[in-house]
């Protein structure tokens, strides 16, 4: 063998080496691909997902509503540069930096933690909207009084604000904005209701913390509904984040007005939501239209923010519409359309 034959075959062996050492290192990125998806009308573990207890009547009505998840590389398992590659030329995967998901300062605990506790926000905010959508009275209910703020001693938390001067408010954006009104130092009329009475009171403002030329009364408040009903989830601790709140806010109205929403059609659906009924964007939206293609959907909403992004991905088949939805309100009437004609115009992506 030459001289020049046992370089290059030592070149050669050497770059096999460093090519299966490159394949073995981990790469500092997570995977996202179509997770499960779950029907909110139906079952889990032979418990509703989804039921309304109390004095109002309920409807089981045909179709499904599916929640969509996103399944992600658990924080413990390495991302490998075959692994890697796959994601990257998959359209229905997507690679993100492994810190954008697991930042580095949380523990896989604390993460856990806050995906649960951003699905238990989004129950909250899906039942407001949800049972408002339906009819149920809104309020502003005092959720916390500062007990060094003007309002300490006047208010309690469980009071409902009815108006302020006068003038009433339905929504915690309605309460704020009038008393913003002012100048720190003046003073404000609620009219308040505590259990079966209802009062007028006066109450001092003063500057805020954050914006010293914004009153505040030093309560924190949040918008309800007053109804006679409990809304029961039973979603598996496995799903976390606030990316369902639509569909548990859907899922409530159907359960609670005659005929099915879905038209007996398969939909799917995602965005969060606020007490108010805005939707707002979330993240993997290819992975869930993938994900509820799949599973059989042939409609899926989607939040107005995403439309771009998953119209621009081509990850929805043909046959799957994708609905643009703003709010709740936008949501039920698109499906109420649709439930009537198949082929009725909604707005889409």
């Not at 691909?33 to 004095?55: C, K, M």
């Not at 914006?211 to 989830?233: F, K, L, M, S, T």
């Amino acid at each position: 063998m030459t001289r020049r034959t046992t370089t290059l075959t030592t070149a050669a062996l050497s770059l096999v080496a460093l090519l299966c050492v490159a394949l073995l290192l981990p790469v500092p990125y997570v995977s996202l691909r179509p997770g499960p998806t779950l029907d909110t009308l139906g079952e889990e573990d032979g418990e509703p997902v989804i039921s309304i207890e109390g004095g109002a009547r309920t409807y089981d009505d045909a179709g499904q509503l599916d929640l969509v998840t996103v399944s992600v590389t658990n924080p413990d398992v390495d991302v490998r540069l075959p692994e890697a590659l796959g994601a990257w030329f998959d359209p229905s995967a997507a690679l993100v930096p492994k810190e954008l998901i697991y930042p580095t300062e949380k523990t896989t605990e604390e993460s856990n933690a806050e995906t649960q506790q951003e699905m238990a926000g989004s129950q909250l905010s899906a039942r407001v909207a949800g049972l408002a959508a339906v009819g149920y009275p809104v309020v502003v209910r005092v959720e916390a009084v500062d007990p060094d703020g003007p309002a300490d001693g006047t208010l309690r938390a469980d009071d409902v604000v009815v108006a302020v001067d006068g003038v009433p408010v339905k929504t915690t954006e309605e309460l704020i904005d009038a008393v913003s009104d002012r100048e720190p130092g003046d003073s404000v009329q609620l009219r308040v209701r505590r259990g079966e009475q209802t009062r007028s009171v006066t109450v001092g403002t003063t500057a805020s913390d954050e914006e010293p030329d914004v009153p505040r009364i030093g309560i924190q408040v949040v918008q309800d509904v007053e109804a006679d009903v409990e809304v029961v989830n039973n979603v598996p601790q496995k799903i976390g984040g606030p990316s369902a709140g639509l569909v548990f806010a859907l899922a409530i109205y159907d359960k609670l007005t005659p005929g099915p929403l879905t038209g007996g059609a398969n939909v799917a659906g995602t965005g969060s939501i606020t007490a108010d009924g805005l939707v707002g964007p979330i993240g993997g939206i290819q992975q869930k239209v993938v994900g509820a293609a799949d599973d059989g959907a042939s409609v899926f909403l989607v939040p107005a923010d995403n439309c771009a992004e998953v119209s621009d991905s081509g990850a929805a088949p043909e046959d799957l519409l994708l609905v643009r939805v703003n709010e709740l309100t936008d949501a039920i009437s698109s499906l109420e359309a649709l439930a009537e004609n198949p082929r009725a115009e909604v707005p889409t992506c």
